[in-house]
């Protein structure tokens, strides 16, 4: 459900997020209705208004004729950082932190649990922990500057802001577990780390005769402590012998849940969990597809998880393609 361009898909944390950088569009919906000039509204919240669910998160239910992008000045200096904290709520603050005071700057924050990090580091090589121990949460966070160095030098403003935000949330981080990359060989093993969690996560699962599922979800920030308690207690009761290995994007609240589930699980187990995640995600107005499209996979899971939408991208299909010919079965069920 994201558009193909430079500023999103796999290229979205060189360039920043694709809401960053459309500034407008112009959409024709199934109806015929012409919306003209829409604006992007912020990402955080994952709210299921249009805008939304054309540029973000949700499933397409219009025909996108123009797109209005932001031109962006090339990268010149780039920044990496390790914090480890102890929970979600204190991830909240440090996030606010930095985004109120780098503004777009931050292109990416990173929000790893403890069980994917300790994947990592038995299952990848070359690969070494940045702080003294693994924390129950670490933020990966990556800033970038357009300016050269000579004219605004993004080391030494970020060791500042870093020390203020020490300062500020004294009583919440230990500033022991701050550490920004000394030189690019550290940034390299911040990006590595980060990188490694789902192979990692797989070679795993295999080493104790399970199989990855990935439930990748997307929700408000305000409900993503709620949200995870909820999951990690529905795999208790349907999945009892699976395991998570989580990480997510902190400055959309988008998060991959690789589930590690032992081969011997019965598929109705599976599919209660599933139908379980369906309705929490549907309570908070969230998605299923985090910022991945729905692809074949999560087809039989649309109509769940959101009817009235399933049904306009069902009437775009039939109008576009009666006859199902291209990409059949992909996010519309094959009819």
Request: charged content about 20%; hydrophobic content about 45%; some cysteine.
């Amino acid at each position: 459900a994201m558009f193909t361009t430079n500023t999103g898909g796999s290229t979205a944390e060189v360039e920043g997020s694709l809401l960053n950088n459309v500034v407008g569009m112009r959409a024709v919906m199934a109806d015929g209705q012409v919306l003209d000039d829409l604006r992007l509204t912020p990402k955080d919240n994952a709210s299921a208004n249009l805008t939304k669910m054309i540029g973000y998160l949700h499933f397409p239910v219009v025909l996108v004729t123009d797109l209005m992008l932001k031109l962006s000045p090339i990268t010149k200096q780039r920044e990496a950082i390790w914090i480890g904290i102890d929970s979600v709520e204190v991830a909240h603050h440090v996030r606010r932190f930095l985004v109120d005071a780098l503004a777009d700057m931050v292109i990416s924050i990173e929000m790893i649990e403890a069980g994917a990090l300790h994947t990592v580091f038995e299952h990848t090589q070359n690969v070494r922990n940045p702080l003294s121990g693994v924390d129950p949460i670490t933020l990966y966070v990556q800033v970038v500057s357009p300016m050269e160095r000579e004219q605004f030098d993004l080391t030494s403003i970020l060791q500042e802001i870093l020390v203020a935000m020490i300062d500020q949330l004294g009583d919440k981080i230990d500033a022991s577990k701050v550490v920004m990359a000394q030189d690019q060989t550290q940034a390299d093993n911040f990006h590595h780390i980060r990188h490694h969690i789902t192979i990692s996560a797989s070679m795993e699962a295999k080493s104790k005769g399970a199989t990855i599922k990935g439930y990748d979800i997307s929700v408000p920030l305000s409900a993503i402590c709620r949200v995870m308690q909820q999951l990690d207690e529905l795999m208790q009761i349907h999945l009892p012998g699976a395991q998570v290995r989580r990480f997510g994007h902190f400055l959309g609240g988008r998060f991959h849940n690789n589930v590690q589930i032992p081969d011997d699980t019965d598929v109705s187990q599976i599919e209660a969990f599933s139908h379980g995640l369906d309705d929490i995600i549907a309570s908070v107005n969230g998605s299923i597809a985090s910022e991945h499209a729905p692809g074949r996979d999560l087809v039989s899971r649309l109509p769940r998880i959101r009817p009235h939408v399933y049904r306009h991208m069902q009437a775009f299909k039939k109008h576009f393609d009666p006859k199902c010919l291209i990409a059949p079965g992909v996010g519309v069920a094959k009819q």
